[in-house]
């Protein structure tokens, strides 16, 4: 069973940074792209960053220039540089393939964004 877990998250005040990471139980990285969602209190699961297996990049509008998405296809892993945080980054952050499989859903790894 392939399961993502997620790392990194925790509580930074605006204008800080956090790196998070996700590792797969399977290698499944290196056929796939690879995407960090995320959930806030109330609102649906959006997608955030996309990472080919090329490792070309893309981004939602509302993290263009502050968030960086990576790979390591070695080690089955994918990280999420976020910078210039904001309050409304707060959220439960996934990472998951792209598109999203249901069976890859994570526990997910809590961003707290304070004022």
């Known amino acids: 069973q392939v399961q993502m877990v997620e790392s990194g998250g925790g509580l930074v005040q605006a204008g800080g940074s956090l790196r998070l990471s996700c590792a797969a139980s399977?290698?499944?990285?290196?056929?796939?792209?690879m995407g960090w969602y995320r959930q806030a209190p109330g609102k649906q699961r959006e997608l955030v960053a996309v990472?080919?297996?090329?490792?070309?990049?893309n981004y939602a509008d509302f993290v263009k220039g502050r968030f960086t998405i990576s790979r390591d296809n070695a080690k089955n892993t994918i990280h999420l540089q976020m910078n210039s945080l904001k309050p409304e980054d707060t959220a439960v952050y996934y990472c998951?393939?792209?598109?999203?499989?249901?069976?890859?859903w994570g526990q997910g790894t809590q961003v707290t964004v304070s004022s």
């Open positions: 990472i080919t297996s090329g490792s070309k990049t």
């Open positions: 399977r290698g499944i990285f290196s056929m796939n792209a």
């Open positions: 998951n393939t792209y598109p999203n499989r249901v069976a890859f």
